[in-house]
């Protein structure tokens, strides 16, 4: 692993695992601005397995704490790192929704606050999103598939060359 990597990725988890932590200390006080968000999200919920977080908020806030701080502990340690940046991507965006709704804000200078935490988590999504396609400098299974695709078309030209070769010998032989 680089230098770069080995720094930046337990940076970019400490927010992850210092959230995942503070959500397991403070549940009670997170879970009705996660009920509210449960709440416009039940029609889409209400069709996947997650349904049955829609009744208990304080159970939604304590799982998702659990993705941070398993996510962020897997890409602080480059375990699985590009999973635990898919996963913890994916908590981001219901968390910023429901965390920093702007939108929804008539004070000014709350609104403002919001906007700034709203900006920063998708911020935070660009560098997830970065860690996810991180290869390490080897090639990705996209690059891979078409290897091997080059491989098995070369391959087939090789063995209908050795077929017609084999056919004219064939031919020649018994001239």
Same mark, same amino acid.
Do not use: C
């Given at each position: 692993?680089?230098?770069?990597?080995?720094?930046?990725?337990?940076?970019?988890? $400490?927010?992850?695992?210092?959230?995942?932590?503070?959500?397991?200390?403070n549940t009670g006080y997170l879970a009705q601005p996660t009920k509210k968000f449960?709440?416009?999200?039940?029609?889409? *919920?209400?069709?996947?397995?997650?349904? $049955?977080?829609?009744?208990?908020?304080?159970?939604?806030?304590?799982?998702?704490?659990?993705?941070?701080?398993?996510?962020?502990?897997?890409?602080?340690?480059?375990?699985?790192?590009?999973?635990? =940046?898919?996963?913890? =991507?994916?908590? *981001?965006?219901?968390?910023?929704?429901?965390?920093?709704?702007?939108?929804?804000?008539?004070?000014?200078?709350?609104?403002?606050?919001?906007?700034?935490?709203?900006?920063?988590?998708t911020s935070l999504l660009g560098g997830l999103l *970065?860690?996810?396609?991180?290869?390490?400098?080897?090639?990705?299974?996209?690059?891979?598939?078409?290897?091997?695709?080059? $491989?098995?078309?070369?391959?087939?030209? =090789?063995?209908?060359?050795?077929?017609?070769?084999?056919?004219?010998?064939?031919?020649?032989?018994? $001239?």
């Amino acid at each position: 692993m680089t230098l770069v990597r080995t720094v930046a990725r337990p940076l970019l988890a $400490s927010v992850f695992l210092f959230g995942g932590y503070n959500q397991l200390k403070n549940t009670g006080y997170l879970a009705q601005p996660t009920k509210k968000f449960l709440d416009k999200a039940r029609p889409v *919920l209400d069709k996947t397995p997650l349904a $049955s977080l829609l009744d208990d908020p304080e159970l939604a806030v304590r799982a998702n704490a659990a993705v941070m701080l398993a996510g962020g502990a897997a890409l602080a340690t480059g375990v699985l790192p590009r999973p635990a =940046a898919a996963a913890l =991507a994916a908590s *981001l965006v219901p968390t910023t929704v429901a965390g920093h709704p702007f939108w929804e804000m008539d004070d000014p200078q709350e609104r403002q606050q919001h906007q700034i935490e709203f900006v920063a988590n998708t911020s935070l999504l660009g560098g997830l999103l *970065l860690a996810m396609v991180d290869t390490e400098g080897k090639p990705g299974l996209a690059y891979r598939a078409g290897m091997a695709q080059d $491989s098995v078309g070369r391959l087939t030209r =090789a063995a209908k060359r050795e077929a017609k070769i084999a056919e004219l010998q064939a031919k020649n032989a018994l $001239s």
